[in-house]
């Protein structure tokens, strides 16, 4: 059998050959009888003819079989560069010029793959260098960190200033030892999410502080309050920065605590010695308006005197008269409002109401050389405290007042409302956005220089000659300003005079009720048992006559102890105890407390013309039913009496659907 596989040619050699023997069978057969002998040996002679070419063939195709088997076991055995020697006309070319184009193939791929991994191994070498490179880089970077930062804890250990280290999330990872002197907390206590640090009052600035640490921005000397470990309060102040890393990204901030608790109450007490210092200059201003005063309400009570008999005549001097005591009155509630020592209580009011208020004051003082202008817009409401604007308005006209003493001037006093929006707010400034009461006091004296300017709010400092002024003045301004959550300027150049502008943030006005004074109304009068105890016999005697002339009954008494001795005697027989504060021998507060202690349930009024130790909000903790301010209407009287009466008899009176 022949190979199955044999070149082209060999195939049409073997077709030719066929065709050959065709005709020759044909011929031989038809021939068969006549030339057999001839047949036979022609037919011998083309099998021998096709044998020998098979013969042939074959062996040609074995030989180059032999030697594709020979070049491909030296490519298997790692000779890539061995080729077959094949020629183009030889059967089995095509097969061999595809066995030398895979070597030649595999051999580049090869050297590809060598160059590949010599590549590899430089690479990785060359890494190994910098990886060793870099890690002693680091070793020496960390080594110098440690170094720093061990300094930095040596100083930040050793300053008796509280120091606090916190991360981005606020939590704290340091504190120094002054820290834990001051506030008592050790850092495993401080980082307790119970610790109470921070009062409420403070959470609103507090989260200004982070929102600026968050932005990486820092902040000097912010006035603030915090709790130490024994619930005390600590006046504060702070400073803080960001803490930066690698890449200068922030990863932390510092904060430094100053205690200025102590200092505090040294400045409170010298803010007092300010104000009376003020007081002082305005003494002779009050002075004269007190014997104005007092020389008009002599002269009508004459005029009243003269005509006793005439009613129609005596009515408009008494009213006269009426109206010089209730002047007298607010000149005196204007004295006690800027002099008091006094909590202060915030509440919404009129600034516009205020300013003259404390305008009305301060003209007396004024000599004529010296004009007031204002230009005060109404309905301006803003919460605060009454007392402490009025010290601002005061402080700041006392300065302009100072300025022109000499040569005189004119004394601007302007009040409107604006907004200030975040464009408008410094980096430095805790002022938010918003609505904002703007107070200009502006005068033409003699101004500031930028060295006395930089330093006008500064604590002590002072241009006045010694014994003419503490320095506290401008201080004092800033300070309540600030505690409203406003902002204070001051523009100022030599003989330029001064402008103060403060801003303080509106509030929505008062309800329509509140914003006008109502009309007393008609005394009501009554029949309930009332005791009146007063140590000024006018006082208790005018008082007594009123309240008789209307329908109660009641008993005076000119000391606490008299009055308490017989209530113990008959606690049930009066309904109300109208007392004063300041008595002889026992104190109103002092009956107050006694008289609670026998009849938890009877209303008291308790009234006083002034006193330090006592003001409304303690009056009504100590269970007074109402405080009120001497000197007062009969009206007024009259209607808080009915209040506490009709309240008390409210709450005597079973609910009918309580179940008891």
């Known amino acids: 059998m022949l190979p199955n ?36 040996l022609i037919s011998a002679a083309v099998f021998l003819l096709d044998l020998l070419l098979a013969m042939h063939f074959s062996n040609r195709i074995t030989r180059s079989i032999a030697l594709l088997q020979k070049n491909t076991d030296k490519i298997n055995a790692g000779d890539l560069d061995t080729r077959t020697a094949l020629q183009p006309g030889d059967d089995l070319y095509c097969l061999g010029s595809s066995i030398n184009q895979l070597a030649h193939t595999l051999k580049q791929s090869l050297q590809q793959n060598e160059k590949l991994e010599l590549s590899l191994q430089h690479t990785r070498d060359e890494l190994e260098i910098r990886v060793e490179k870099r ?81 990486g921005q820092g902040g000097r000397d912010v006035e603030t309050r915090r709790y130490n470990k024994n619930r005390e309060l600590l006046d504060i102040i702070i400073s803080f920065d960001v803490w930066r890393g690698k890449n200068n990204a922030p ?82 509630q204007q004295i006690l409002t800027f002099s008091r020592k006094a909590e202060y209580q915030k509440r919404t009011i009129h600034l516009d109401l205020i300013i003259n208020e404390a305008l009305s004051l301060f003209k007396s003082t004024l000599p004529e050389t010296i004009i007031i202008k204002e230009e005060l817009s109404e309905q301006i409401t803003i919460l605060a405290d009454s007392t402490q604007i009025h010290q601002v308005i005061m402080n700041l006209c006392t300065n302009a007042y100072q300025a022109m003493i000499e040569k005189g001037g004119t004394l601007t006093v302007k009040l409107n409302e604006i907004q200030i929006t975040q464009g408008d707010i410094n980096s430095d400034s805790y002022i938010k956005p918003g609505s904002y009461a703007h107070l200009e006091i502006h005068d033409t004296g003699h101004g500031m220089t930028r060295t006395v300017l930089e330093k006008a709010f500064d604590p002590y400092f002072t241009t006045k000659e010694i014994g003419k002024g503490t320095g506290f003045g401008l201080a004092l301004v800033r300070a309540i300003v600030e505690a409203h959550d406003g902002h204070i300027q001051v523009y100022s150049a030599p003989e330029k005079g001064a402008r103060f502008d403060v801003y303080l943030p509106c509030r929505k006005p008062l309800p329509a009720e509140d914003e006008t004074e ?143």
């Open 518 to 660: 109502s009309k007393e109304p008609a005394i009501a009068g009554g029949s309930e048992r009332i005791m009146i105890v007063d140590d000024e016999e006018s006082i208790r005697l005018a008082t007594q006559e009123f309240l008789e002339d209307y329908g109660y009954q009641t008993t005076a008494f000119k000391d606490g102890k008299e009055a308490l001795a017989a209530f113990k005697d008959n606690p049930d027989t009066y309904d109300l105890v109208l007392t004063d504060m300041t008595m002889p021998k026992m104190t109103g507060d002092m009956l107050v407390k006694e008289l609670l202690n026998i009849r938890n349930d009877i209303p008291i009024i308790l009234c006083t013309g002034y006193s330090e130790k006592i003001d409304e909000s303690k009056a009504l903790k100590a269970g007074v039913k109402f405080f009120i301010q001497k000197p007062f209407s009969n009206q007024k009287l009259d209607a808080v009496i009915r209040k506490a009466i009709d309240q008390n008899a409210q709450q005597k009176t079973p609910d009918p659907g309580t179940r008891l």
């Open 251 to 332: 990863i932390g901030c510092v904060v430094i605590l100053h205690d200025v608790t102590e200092s505090k109450k040294m400045e409170r007490q010298l803010f007092q010695a300010r104000k009376m210092e003020a007081m002082g200059t305005l003494a002779g201003g009050i002075a004269h308006d007190f014997n104005n005063i007092l020389s008009g309400i002599f002269a009508f009570s004459d005029l009243a005197k003269k005509h006793a008999g005439d009613a129609q005549k005596a009515k408009p001097h008494i009213e006269q008269i009426i109206k010089g005591a209730q002047r007298a009155s607010g000149l005196v």
């Open 135 to 215: 890690t002693a880089e680091l070793k020496r970077e960390i080594e110098d960190k440690l170094l720093v930062e061990e300094k930095y804890k040596k100083v930040m250990d050793a300053s008796p200033v509280p120091i606090a280290l916190y991360d981005m999330d606020g939590k704290p990872i340091y504190i120094n030892p002054a820290f834990t002197d001051t506030f008592g907390w050790t850092l495993e206590e401080f980082s307790e999410e119970k610790t109470n640090y921070i009062p409420q009052e403070e959470y609103d600035l507090n989260i200004q502080i982070r929102r600026k640490i968050i932005k």
């Open 5 to 40: 596989k044999f070149s082209l040619r060999t195939r049409m050699l073997f077709s030719h050959l066929f065709i050959l023997l065709i005709p020759a069978v044909a011929l031989t057969i038809t021939i068969y009888f006549q030339f057999t002998e001839s047949i036979l």
